[in-house]
């Protein structure tokens, strides 16, 4: 199913009308996604210095969106519950939890995501560090 099919299922059966976003997650999109399906991911992260590069806004609280996967078939869709950026080095273990991936430790949320965005911000041509503001933001799977 599509992102605009799944929209529309949803809005018929909800009643919720308007814009929405679909996005793919950057890394793993299939395995991250498997968790969001899971209710174990409730969480992401995104580099905020790449929002202003690609003229894109940060996420809303109360918007929708519709998670794909690499085939850029519809998952499921998301509401934001909640959007703040911190530094880097700021992010809490409670949102390395939430984000759902290895052991769930604050440990492993920094290494992997060093990593990542260390490699995402390179093709921009920036360079990562620790005091890099993080857009954390948290969402509920809504449907199916």
């Known amino acids: 199913m599509t992102g605009p099919e799944l929209w ?10 308007g814009a929405y ?7 793993d999109p299939d395995g991250l996604a498997a968790l969001v399906r899971a209710g174990v991911k409730t969480a ?10 690609e003229g894109e ?35 809490s273990p409670d949102h ?6 290895g052991d769930l430790s604050l440990t492993h949320w920094r290494a992997v995501h060093r990593d990542f965005f260390t490699k995402e911000l390179a093709e921009a041509g920036l360079v990562f560090d620790e005091d890099m503001p993080v857009v954390c933001e948290e969402f509920e799977a809504v449907y199916p």
Not at 96 to 101: C, F, L, Y
Request: include cysteine.
């Open 8 to 17: 529309a299922e949803f809005a018929a059966k909800t009643g919720v009308n």
């Open 21 to 27: 976003d679909g996005w793919v997650f950057g890394d």
């Open 44 to 53: 992401t992260s995104s580099a905020y210095p790449l929002y202003g590069l």
């Open 57 to 91: 806004p940060l996420p809303v609280s109360g918007a929708y969106s519709v998670l794909l996967d690499s085939r850029e078939e519809a998952v499921c869709v998301l509401r934001t519950t909640k959007v703040y950026v911190v530094p880097f080095r700021a992010v």
């Open 96 to 101: 390395a939890r939430k984000e759902g991936e």
